[in-house]
């Protein structure tokens, strides 16, 4: 875990104080527990419990990206 922090936030990011640090974890850890795939988990996030739909027709919807970490690391979702 604490590799993963550091590989995918805290190396990107420059910590300026206490506060900063706190709010890029908690951004950090939303990520990782909502959305980030887990391979011991079949790809899927610690919060979902079954696999997201996936788009039949790729034309029919459109990605949507989701900067975290100001542009850190992305999200991505399909649009409704």
């Known amino acids: ?3 993963s922090i550091r590989r995918e ?3 990107h990011v420059l910590i300026m ?3 900063h640090a706190r709010h890029v974890l908690a951004a950090y850890q939303r990520h990782y527990n909502e ?10 996030p610690p919060g979902l419990h079954e696999q ?3 788009a039949h027709d790729p034309q029919d919807r459109r ?3 989701t900067r975290v970490l100001g542009g850190v690391t992305n999200e991505y979702r399909y649009a409704a």
Not at 35 to 44: E, G, T, Y
Request: aromatic share 0%; charged share 30%.
């Open 1 to 3: 875990m604490i590799g």
């Open 9 to 11: 936030a805290l190396d």
């Open 17 to 19: 104080n206490e506060a």
């Open 35 to 44: 959305h980030r795939p887990h391979r011991a988990r079949d790809q899927l």
């Open 52 to 54: 997201p739909t996936t």
């Open 63 to 65: 990605l949507l990206r």
